[in-house]
Each structure stands twice: as structure tokens, then as C-alpha cells.
């Protein structure tokens, strides 16, 4: 019954508003100011940033115009008085513009504000700031430093700069890379705990680099400026069947710095990286982004990041080259520690050896707080599944590693003690994916000495969506979705946060949906974008992993994973449009169309690649579905051309795409059958989905489709590449009730299967994982995309396609008769999106609640569609 009256309070909302809000300078629904999708970004590069800005009411807002004012104070934001840019009125409802006023300057922050007319009224949004970093690469002063040692030495590289600031500070900035990784301290105390930045590129062609405020931590007088580097991805010294041991840019750790202070009285001083640094190493012996790290708390140096530190046994600094010839401010949110998992269990397998259950499946590190002699090592195992005896099993992580010795194991971290009391040991630069820990010791263990939490880690995005409803298992089904969404973050998305940490393109697509209806996420896949472009070969082919080793050939994984670069800056445009990742992208993808002509076969269309990976039983024929996506790369690459003015590129590839069309339907389709391919389940929707049916025949085969799912009792047969097809083609025809069963099954294969049987707090690479256990990782977000499904059928939210970013909506739920409740919520670039339906005595009461500047269709159960402009609306429908 709390539902029932939950929604008598919701129906007292009107449908239809009236809102009146008079006069300049009156209390003003504008909100969520942005600039490049970030709220008052500190160190930004772009000559042109992005410039958004949302209606925080519920009641319809119609903008009919906008004016930006950007200047160098907060005091100048005035018509008249704005000293870098005036837009002047522009009639347009435009709620992302493009920065067009006078050259930005390096070091500057600039004050921005938006006024939005609207029927008459003027609306004045509250000041906001973003703050430029390097404008280009001669704007550096500080220069590239490293130690006297090689790729192979094994301690981590520390530096430190003492310097005075001569009077009172007004602000300090701090420009940084540090490759690998880095982690910046100043008097002692951390700047950046817990990251892995900055981001994963292909280091020999971009680097980015990041700003910190330091205003607080600068004072008058003597300060010290520490730095600790990280191998990451640049020194990867442990090898794996990647071969990033191999890649060019290999070198020693190595360091960028500049540090800015400006005075009171306007003076600035740098501070800069250069060979007056001093070197050393310290307690960290030992880093690897698979294997851990190892650290020798004997060899700490207390205070070696203060000015107080004597410093007379460390060394010059070297200087060294950039890798790179870009150099980029990171735009992407950092790597962070976002929360704390407790134990949940502990087994004792002997007085030297423990096994900490975490309850959890997630990416992470351990914290272990320990008291015990000098000299005792602590070794932590970490791993995903045990074996029959209770201890680690590492079976389905480990193949992939190319020990060099007895350190090399995978997703392991050495202590050793100090004996000083209450220890607290946390391991830098690695991360692992796992819910058991194996401690063991060269010492006995007193239980009651130690403390382990387990520290979750990845890209520390925004949460911007939910997803509930009256079915228990579907919930936990999002919910695993979502942990292994984020556990599969880290600067780019990856497969598997234990043995690759790869970004495989066709994994990162597949749930990328998924992931922008729940997270803040689009410019980590923007930034991916760029990924893209850097690893493309000679011959225009790119990698099926993102960035690459240019050491192992991953050209194998062929088209279906290569469509990504079609796919990921699509979505970007569809969900937050962004034209720059199409822009960037865009030779790099005619360049590889280029290439695909040269490997057609003889039908005209292509030949090899990976299918629908990991399929159950059922498998599609490859060369069937590396031509279709040959057929999508041309349609996905003639929108692009569109969306950018390329009109005549537009049709040029409009038109291989109708031919492409053409020969799949001649050679895979069969009319009499009614079937495309070998008339698997993914056969059948692959083409569904794509367009590449003719209208006389769709609803035909989806009903075809639905009928081979029920004849199979409801139970799916088909990979990653189907996991995302199937469910979206079987719920666009109207059969989203067949995509229910086949989830909540839990019987094998389903997802539901993985949680009744194995207790999954994560979603699993292989639908069968006990008949795959040596090579089956049990935390792949692959299988994720169903979350979208969630969203988008089981709630409704769906966009039209007339409009990108939700500026217009469609709210159509399947309302699925076994549940009693569904709802959704979405933030999207004009505000927050809601969906909310209840299924009490025979009626449905659906809620809804629109974005002010935006419109809706509503749909329901018979079909019957109503528009509504922004705000909160109530239905009633009988069933």
C-alpha cells in the first residue's frame, strides 16, 4: 500500500504549469554551469572550450536566446565591461556553446557568466570561473629529469626541490607529469593520495599531464617540494603476452613539474623541474601495474618531502626527453580511492597464513594496518575465486604473466616491517581485481594485530543515473552491471581490472550505453577517442586494444572490434554532443575505410575477425558479421560526416553503405526462410539492428527471433557482441517481455544464472564459468550493456532520435507484468531526467519528470502517445 499512496501524492501534480519570473537579476532557475563538461575546471588547454549550462526547475522553460560574458574579473561581467568575450544576444535554444572571444591566455582565470531570455523574461546566471593551464608546449619552463638508473633497476624514483617563497602567497598552481605514475607531495603532506595518473596513453605520441591548487599548502618562506614516480604502463618491467615491455617509449621513470606562485603585490615565481633536483629512491623496491609492488618500510626516510630533510646523500638529477611530441592537460577525472570495503571473513589456514573474504568482487587495493618485528614480510595474493582447500585459486588471472623470477606473481604486494609500533601499509601505483586476500608470513601472525580493509578504486566519475525496480534479482543484476562498469574504469575502459587491464575496443563499446546513462564518464571516453587515433598503423588498420604496445599484434581482433571508432564518438555525439571527438576522429576513420577496401574478398565484403566472442553454443558466422559491421562503420561514418557539414562526404558514404546493404542481403539473407546467416539468435538481430532489413520483412524476423528464444525456453545463446544486440532489437519490436525471462533466468546461461549459483558480485567474462575456470575472469563489464536495457525499456527512458542529449525524450516503459514497480532517473545535459511506474489493483500510474527546456512523448501501454513540455507529470492507465 505505500506505493498506492505515494503515487495519490505524485497525481496532485498538474501537467501543465505556469511559471512567471520577472526582471534581470531576479532569482534565476539556471544551474550546472560548465565549461568542457566540467564544473569550474582548474588547468584547461583549449583554444575554444565548451561553454553549457542547464534550468534547475521542474516547470517549463522555454530559452529562446542566450548571451555569455567572459572576462579576466568576476567585476566585468557586464554588458560593456566584459573585457575577453561578448557574445551578444543569440537567438538560439542552444545550451552549449562554443568560447569565441579573444585568445585565451596561459595561467589566467577567466569569469563567465550566461544570461538566457525566454518569453520575455531575462534570467542571470550566478558567476563561475575556468582556469587555463599550458596554451602550447613553449609556455613549459621546467624540463624532463630522471635518475642515473636503467629500465631494469627496480626501486622507484623519488625527487625533491626546496624553495622559498618570498612573501605572502596569492595563489600557487602546479603543472605535473610524472611517467609512469606520481604521486606529488609538498611539506610532507600527500597532494594526490591513492592515483594512478596521469592517464594511460600511448606515450610515445600524447602525455598528459594535470594542475593542482597549492595555495594552501605554499607558505611564506622555506617549502619542499616531493615527488614519487611510478612504472605504469611507461616502464612495464614484468612481461606479459603484450609485450608493453617491448613498447617504444619504454625508459626510466621520469618527471615534469612547474610550479607558479604569484604574490600579493602580482609577482610571480617558477619553480621548475631541472637538473638541480635531488634524487633518490626510498622503501618502494618494486612496482608493476600486474604484479604489485614491494616495499621495504626499513628503508623509509622520514620527512623526505620537507625542507628539514637532509639531503646530502641523494643525487643530481638527469635530464631526459619527452617521449611525446603532445603534451595535454588531462580532462578526465583522476584515479581515486571512492570508498572502503570492509572484511567480511576471515579463514585461518595456518598461524602464518590468512584468507580475508571482502564480500565483493571490485578493483582496488588493500590497506593493512600491522604491528610485529623488524624484518617480518607480509606477502598479499589477491584473487577472484578459492580453491577446494580454502586458499587463493589465481588459476583464471595468472597465464597471461611472463615471470622473470619468484617476484614476478600476479597481483601481489610485499611488506616488510619496520617495528615501530602500528604500521599502515597501502601499495602505490598498481591496482588490483579481486574479493580474496591471502596474507601469509616468514613469521607467525597475531590476528588481533592486524587490520584489512580493501580500498575501491577506479576513474572517480559522477554518478548521473539509477535504476530500480520490484525485482530483487534484476536489481542485483544492475547492480553487478554497475560494480563492473567501474571496476573496469581506469583513465580508458578496460576488459579486466587482473591479468590484461586492456582497453579491447569492442568491450569498451559495448557497454558504453550503459555506462553514460549511469556515470559522468564522456570524457574518459573522449579521451579514448584520441587513444584511437594514436594507434593507428601505417596502412590505416588499427589495433583491437587501446593503447597498444605496437609489440603484439591485436590486428587479428579485426572489424567488429575496430568499430569503435565509429561507435564511441557517435555515442559521445548522441548522449552529451560532443562534435570534437568526431573531428578528431574522423580522418583516422577514412583512413581505415581506406584500408577495408583493400581486404575485401570476392563477394566485396570481408572475411576475418573476431565474432560474437565467447558465445554459449550457438556461433554466428564471423565473415557474416564482420560485413555487417563493414555495412555499420559506412552508416555511422555518414552521420558523422553530417553532423560535421561534410555534405558530399555524406553521401559518398551513404551510398557504399546502400551497396554494402545490398551484398549482405544477396549473399547471407534467404527470403524463403525468412533467416539471414546460420539463424542463430544473433543472426537474426544483428541485421534487425542495423538497418539491414527491408521494411517488407522486419517485423517478420523479429517475430522470428522471438519465436527461436521461446522455443529455447527463453534461455539466450549468444556472446558479448549478443549481449548487447539481442535484448535491443527483441525490445525495439515490442518483445521486451522475452528479454525479461531470458535475464532473470537462473538456470545456465543468464545473468541470473551467475548470481543463484556462484553468489556474482560482478558480472563474469563467460556465461559458463565452471566449464571455463583456467581463462574466465569474473569481473568483465562486457555482458554490462543489459543495464541499458534497464534504463531504457524497463523505465522507459529513451531519446528520440530527432534530438541529441535527451533535448528530447520519449518515456515508453514495456511495464513488464511481473513486476509491480520500475524507476529510472537520468541527468543529461539539460537537467535530470525521471521515470517512475507502479502497477496497483489492474492500473498503471506512471510519473514523470522533464528537464525544463526540454519536451516529451510519452507512451503508453496501448500505444497512445501524449507531448508534454518540461516539468513533473502524472498517468493513470488501465490495463
Not at 492500473?843 to 519536451?855: G, Q
Amino acid at each position: 500500500m505505500k506505493y498506492y499512496f505515494l503515487f495519490l501524492k505524485s497525481l496532485v501534480v498538474t501537467a501543465i504549469f505556469c511559471f512567471t519570473i520577472t526582471g534581470t537579476g531576479s532569482a534565476q532557475p539556471i544551474d550546472g554551469l560548465t565549461c568542457e563538461y566540467q564544473v569550474q575546471p582548474l588547468g584547461i588547454d583549449v583554444a575554444q572550450p565548451r561553454l553549457g549550462w542547464q534550468w534547475k526547475t521542474d516547470q517549463p522553460v522555454a530559452q529562446t536566446g542566450y548571451r555569455v560574458w567572459v572576462a579576466t574579473s568576476r567585476q566585468k561581467l557586464k554588458p560593456g565591461l566584459a573585457d575577453v568575450w561578448d557574445s551578444e544576444k543569440q537567438w538560439t535554444d542552444s545550451q552549449l556553446v562554443y568560447f569565441r572571444g579573444s585568445a585565451l591566455s596561459a595561467h589566467q582565470r577567466y569569469w563567465w557568466r550566461v544570461e538566457l531570455y525566454t518569453n520575455g523574461q531575462v534570467y542571470r546566471s550566478e558567476p563561475t570561473w575556468f582556469e587555463t593551464a599550458k596554451m602550447n608546449r613553449s609556455e613549459w619552463l621546467g624540463k624532463w629529469i630522471t635518475d642515473a638508473h636503467d629500465t631494469a633497476f627496480s626501486a622507484s624514483p623519488r625527487f625533491r626541490k626546496v624553495f622559498q617563497a618570498k612573501r605572502k602567497v596569492r595563489s600557487a598552481r602546479c603543472y605535473i607529469s610524472g611517467l609512469g605514475y606520481y604521486q606529488l607531495y609538498v611539506n610532507g603532506e600527500t597532494v594526490n593520495p591513492f592515483t594512478l595518473d596521469p592517464g594511460f596513453t600511448d606515450y610515445s605520441k600524447r602525455i598528459l599531464y594535470q594542475t593542482y591548487d597549492l595555495t594552501d599548502q605554499v607558505k611564506k618562506g622555506e617549502n619542499c617540494i616531493g615527488v614519487q614516480l611510478g612504472n605504469g604502463w611507461f616502464n612495464e618491467q614484468t612481461p606479459t603476452v603484450w609485450n608493453f615491455h617491448q613498447a617504444p617509449w619504454r625508459k626510466r621513470p621520469q618527471l615534469l613539474c612547474e610550479v607558479r606562485i604569484t604574490y600579493i603585490n602580482g609577482e610571480v615565481d617558477i619553480v621548475k623541474t631541472d637538473e638541480n633536483w635531488q634524487t633518490s629512491t626510498g622503501p618502494l623496491q618494486f612496482d608493476n601495474i600486474h604484479a604489485g609492488t614491494s616495499y621495504d618500510a626499513r628503508l623509509e626516510q622520514e620527512g623526505w618531502a620537507t625542507a628539514a630533510f637532509d639531503d646530502k646523500t641523494w643525487n643530481k638529477a638527469r635530464l631526459t626527453e619527452a617521449t611525446a611530441p603532445l603534451l595535454e592537460a588531462q580532462l578526465m577525472s583522476p584515479v581515486s580511492v571512492t570508498d572502503t570495503i570492509k572484511v567480511v571473513g576471515v579463514k585461518k589456514i595456518s598461524d602464518t597464513c590468512y584468507v580475508f573474504d571482502m564480500g565483493v568482487n571490485f578493483a582496488g587495493v588493500p590497506r593493512l594496518e600491522i604491528s610485529g618485528a623488524a624484518g617480518t614480510t607480509i606477502r598479499l595474493r589477491h584473487a577472484e575465486m578459492l580453491d577446494a582447500a580454502g586458499r587463493i585459486d589465481q588459476r583464471n588471472i595468472n597465464m597471461h604473466l611472463r615471470p622473470r623470477n619468484e617476484r614476478d606473481v600476479i597481483q601481489t604486494d610485499i611488506y616488510v616491517l619496520k617495528g615501530a609500533g602500528r604500521e599502515v601499509f597501502v601499495p602505490a601505483f598498481t591496482y588490483h581485481g579481486f574479493q580474496y586476500i591471502e596474507m601469509t608470513s616468514n613469521r607467525p601472525l597475531d590476528l588481533q594485530k592486524i587490520k584489512l580493509e580493501g580500498l575501491r578504486m577506479h576513474s572517480d566519475v559522477a554518478e548521473i543515473g539509477n535504476f530500480t525496480s520490484s525485482n530483487v534479482l534484476l536489481n542485483k543484476i544492475f547492480k553487478i552491471c554497475r560494480n563492473s562498469y567501474l571496476s573496469n574504469l581506469f583513465g580508458i575502459p578496460t576488459d579486466c581490472p587482473t591479468r590484461e587491464k586492456n582497453g579491447w575496443m569492442a568491450d569498451g563499446f559495448m557497454v558504453q550505453e550503459a555506462g553514460l546513462m549511469s556515470y559522468d564518464a564522456a570524457s574518459i571516453y573522449a579521451k579514448w577517442v584520441k587513444d584511437m587515433t594514436d594507434a593507428q598503423e601505417a596502412n590505416g588498420d588499427v589495433p583491437g586494444i587501446v593503447p597498444t604496445s605496437w609489440r603484439w599484434d591485436s590486428d587479428w581482433a579485426g572489424p567488429v572490434w575496430d568499430a569503435a571508432i565509429f561507435i564511441v564518438p557517435s555515442l559521445l555525439y548522441q548522449y552529451t554532443n560532443d562534435l570534437e571527438s568526431m573531428r578528431h576522429v574522423y580522418a583516422t576513420a577514412q583512413r581505415y575505410l581506406q584500408y577495408l577496401a583493400t581486404i575485401e574478398n570476392e563477394k566485396g565484403l570481408l572475411s576475418d575477425g573476431l565474432g560474437d566472442w565467447l558465445y554459449y553454443k550457438a556461433i554466428t558466422p564471423k565473415d557474416f558479421m564482420v560485413s555487417c559491421y563493414y555495412y555499420w562503420d559506412y552508416v555511422l561514418m555518414s552521420r558523422m560526416a553530417n553532423a560535421l557539414g561534410k555534405h558530399d562526404d555524406k553521401k559518398q558514404y551513404a551510398l557504399k553503405a546502400a551497396r554494402l546493404k545490398g551484398l549482405i542481403n544477396k549473399h547471407y539473407f534467404d527470403p524463403e526462410k525468412l533467416a539471414y546467416a546460420n539463424q542463430t539468435q544473433l543472426s537474426y538481430a544483428l541485421p534487425l539492428y542495423m538497418g539491414l532489413v527491408s521494411d517488407k520483412h522486419r517485423d517478420a524476423l523479429a517475430r522470428k527471433l522471438n519465436e527461436v528464444i521461446a522455443h529455447n525456453n527463453y534461455s539466450l545463446d549468444f556472446g558479448f557482441i549478443g549481449s548487447l544486440i539481442v535484448p535491443e532489437v527483441l525490445s525495439r519490436f515490442g518483445y521486451a517481455e522475452t528479454v525479461y525471462k531470458m535475464i532473470t533466468k537462473e538456470t545456465l546461461p543468464s545473468w541470473g544464472y551467475w548470481i543463484k549459483n556462484y553468489g556474482a558480485t560482478s558480472l563474469f567474462e563467460t556465461w559458463d564459468v565452471g566449464r571455463n575456470i583456467g581463462d574466465a575472469s569474473r569481473n568483465h563489464p562486457s555482458m554490462g550493456a543489459i543495464a541499458a536495457w534497464m534504463y531504457k525499456y524497463v523505465a522507459g527512458l529513451q531519446m528520440d532520435e530527432r534530438e541529441n542529449a535527451f533535448k528530447k525524450i520519449i518515456i515508453k516503459p514495456a511495464f513488464i507484468k511481473d513486476l509491480d514497480f520500475a524507476e529510472a532517473s537520468h541527468q543529461s545535459l539539460y537537467g535530470t531526467i525521471r521515470s517512475s511506474w507502479k502497477r496497483i489493483d489492474g492500473k498503471l500510474f506512471l510519473s514523470v519528470a522533464i528537464p525544463a527546456s526540454c519536451t516529451a512523448t510519452i507512451v503508453g501501454p496501448g500505444g497512445a502517445a501524449t507531448e508534454v513540455a518540461g516539468g513533473v507529470h502524472a498517468f493513470t492507465y488501465q490495463e
